[in-house]
């Protein structure tokens, strides 16, 4: 395997394992955080990996629609081949699709297929047609964002705090709440109802397992 290939796959792997201080609850448990030092702390992790989406002309986004992309295509690891066929037959018209075969095939994750060899012959010679962007919003487009959200309000519900507002007291402070007011601070604002959403939606979320045993398949052919 190209070593380049090789760091890739190895740092996304171990950035997908690596919990660090984005999973920082067990460190401070015996403090009794305030609202006010939660939220400083929550500040403190996504400063760090908050990032601008790219925009949708550029290559970045389109490497990301196929990495966010993975999972809903190729379900099981490794992929039949059969499976294989079905999402390269699909995304002969889907956009989403086309991106998750580019970054299937470039990432050589089954390097032996004889589908995905017949589909990189195609491209290299320019036979494939890439299928118009769906119009509107990607709907995975803040799933980075909401991974971080979902993380955070997880490690604030470890200390204690209620994911979401109690309607029946007037403690207004929560997992939510504070996350809004965290991103607010950080020049990415959102409301509490916005985090909310996020939160109560997030078995929704891209799974971050799912592509960590992705890349680790990969890996073991090294």
């Given at each position: 395997?190209?070593?380049?290939?090789?760091?890739?796959?190895?740092?996304?792997?171990?950035?997908?394992?690596?919990?660090?201080?984005?999973?920082?609850?067990?460190?401070?448990?015996?403090?009794?955080?305030?609202?006010?030092?939660?939220?400083?702390?929550?500040?403190?992790?996504?400063?760090?990996?908050?990032?601008?989406?790219?925009?949708?002309?550029?290559?970045?986004?389109?490497?990301?629609?196929?990495?966010?992309?993975?999972?809903?295509?190729?379900?099981?690891?490794?992929?039949?081949?059969?499976?294989?066929?079905?999402?390269?037959?699909?995304?002969?018209?889907?956009?989403?699709?086309?991106?998750?075969?580019?970054?299937?095939?470039?990432?050589?994750?089954?390097?032996?297929?004889?589908?995905?060899?017949?589909?990189?012959?195609?491209?290299?010679?320019?036979?494939?047609?890439?299928?118009?962007?769906?119009?509107?919003?990607?709907?995975?487009?803040?799933?980075?964002?909401?991974?971080?959200?979902?993380?955070?309000?997880?490690?604030?519900?470890?200390?204690?705090?209620?994911?979401?507002?109690?309607?029946t007291t007037t403690d207004k402070?929560?997992?939510?709440?504070?996350?809004?007011?965290?991103?607010?601070?950080?020049?990415?604002?959102?409301?509490?109802?916005?985090?909310?959403?996020?939160?109560?939606?997030?078995?929704?979320?891209?799974?971050?397992?799912?592509?960590?045993?992705?890349?680790?398949?990969?890996?073991?052919?090294?």
């Open positions: 395997m190209h070593a380049g290939k090789k760091s890739f796959l190895e740092t996304l792997a171990q950035s997908l394992e690596r919990k660090g201080d984005r999973y920082w609850a067990q460190k401070v448990k015996e403090e009794h955080l305030s609202a006010s030092d939660a939220q400083q702390k929550v500040v403190s992790i996504l400063r760090d990996q908050i990032r601008p989406k790219p925009k949708s002309t550029d290559f970045g986004a389109k490497a990301q629609e196929g990495l966010l992309s993975l999972e809903v295509y190729f379900e099981s690891i490794p992929p039949a081949e059969s499976q294989i066929e079905a999402v390269i037959e699909k995304s002969k018209t889907d956009y989403r699709a086309f991106q998750a075969v580019r970054m299937f095939a470039a990432q050589k994750i089954c390097p032996n297929s004889p589908s995905i060899k017949n589909w990189q012959s195609n491209l290299a010679l320019g036979l494939l047609t890439e299928p118009k962007m769906h119009r509107g919003p990607s709907p995975i487009g803040n799933v980075h964002r909401d991974m971080l959200i979902v993380s955070q309000v997880e490690q604030l519900k470890a200390l204690g705090w209620n994911p979401t507002q109690n309607e402070d929560s997992g939510c709440g504070i996350v809004a007011n965290a991103m607010t601070e950080l020049d990415h604002p959102m409301t509490y109802s916005g985090v909310e959403k996020v939160w109560t939606q997030r078995h929704n979320l891209l799974k971050a397992n799912y592509l960590k045993s992705l890349f680790e398949y990969a890996l073991a052919d090294v």
